[in-house]
């Protein structure tokens, strides 16, 4: 029997696509939000599908949503300050989570405290279910399969190409001011460190060209240790940032120690509500039309030597996010996932499901 799968945030702009990607599957979710005139529009629009009020700032209405064994996907961000409502509601019933998260922080959290939690529920958390840090997980995944026991270190970059203007949605842009001064980690000496955002560069090639990626935390570095054994070391960067890479790299040691600072987070706070004030809620249809997605992921021996490369292409980010969400939940929805707690891609699916229902909504290797 499939599950029941619940769509919270599905009216946001990632909310709304994830949920049109769910009816292409043939799925048919309930939508949660709290905007029931807005709910009820969407339902229409999608086929007269159900719809269920619920509101972060009243846990007990997104706890309601959900019974044992449901399939929870959860859109509703900034995750650090919206987040914590719908985790706690899947530990609670027990239910499947996923989540289209880039926010390092929350993804830490969930595995460290919310993974804990769900193990004795019997919930299963899968967080960053999208754009972050999907691509990452699966290219390692397949570089470490080849690589084998010389897996020493990987490195990750993500980086877009025919993006032109504003390539980034209001919700996305938000959650990256929300997160600029919390506290940064990365894997290094077999280990997870602090670590501020931006502290280190890698130079990674995407068909023929060079790109500068600024490091940053990841779901990569909770999960691929898992995968590899041998593993010291993992990097997850990105070129996104264009002609503001290098500044951003020169700035990272002051953005841990102005992290401490209550006055700091409160100006973080502020950019991202002026962010969200100025911005269009999404990129425009001609950006979309253009964006590709690629993401790198190289493996090397203790030597430093080159064993293992694997390069996975998608499309344009919010309807690659969309795509993956749908196919998790569907997925989970009618064969559940393997294992409990918090879990990795290739954790909850295993490397060939996750390689096939990647292919399925346009995620590729090259």
């Known amino acids: 029997m499939t599950a029941r799968i619940v769509l919270f945030g599905a009216t946001g702009y990632t909310g709304a696509r994830t949920a049109e990607a769910l009816t292409e599957r043939g799925a048919r979710p309930v939508l949660a939000g709290r905007d029931p005139a807005r709910l009820s529009a969407l339902a229409d629009r999608l086929g007269g599908l159900e719809t269920a009020r619920a509101d972060v700032t009243d846990p007990a209405s997104v706890g309601a949503l959900l019974g044992s064994g449901d399939v929870l996907v959860t859109t509703v961000g900034p995750f650090l300050q919206l987040g914590r409502a719908a985790v706690d509601a899947a530990v609670d019933a027990g239910a499947i989570y996923l989540d289209s998260t880039g926010e390092p922080p929350f993804v830490r959290r969930v595995f460290e405290d919310g993974g804990r939690r769900a193990a004795a529920t019997g919930a299963a958390l899968i967080p960053a279910f999208g754009l972050d840090y999907v691509p990452g997980n699966l290219a390692a995944a397949l570089a470490l399969a080849e690589a084998g026991d010389r897996a020493h270190r990987v490195d990750i970059g993500y980086g877009l190409s025919g993006t032109s203007g504003q390539a980034f949605s209001r919700g996305t842009l938000m959650s990256l001011m929300g997160v600029l001064f919390e506290p940064g980690f990365a894997f290094r000496g077999g280990r997870l460190v602090a ?122 980010a919010y309807g690659l996010t969309a795509g993956l969400l749908a196919w998790g939940a569907a997925r989970a929805a009618e064969h559940g996932v393997r294992g409990t707690g918090a879990l990795g891609p290739v954790q909850a699916f295993g490397l060939a499901e996750l390689t096939a229902g990647a292919a399925g909504v346009g995620l590729v290797r090259a």
């Open 195 to 316: 670590e501020p955002a931006g502290r280190r560069l890698w130079n990674f090639e995407i068909d023929g060209r060079v790109r500068r990626g600024l490091s940053i935390g990841g779901s990569e570095h909770l999960t691929l240790p898992d995968l590899a054994p041998t593993l010291r070391t993992v990097g997850v960067h990105l070129d996104w940032f264009g002609s503001l890479t290098g500044t951003a790299h020169r700035l990272a040691p002051l953005t841990g120690l102005a992290g401490r600072l209550p006055v700091t987070q409160r100006a973080a706070r502020r950019l991202a509500g002026i962010v969200g004030r100025r911005v269009a809620e999404a990129p425009s249809e001609a950006t979309l039309a253009r964006a590709r997605t690629h993401t790198v992921a190289e493996v090397r021996d203790a030597a430093g030597e080159l064993v293992a490369r694997a390069q996975v292409d998608g499309p344009e």
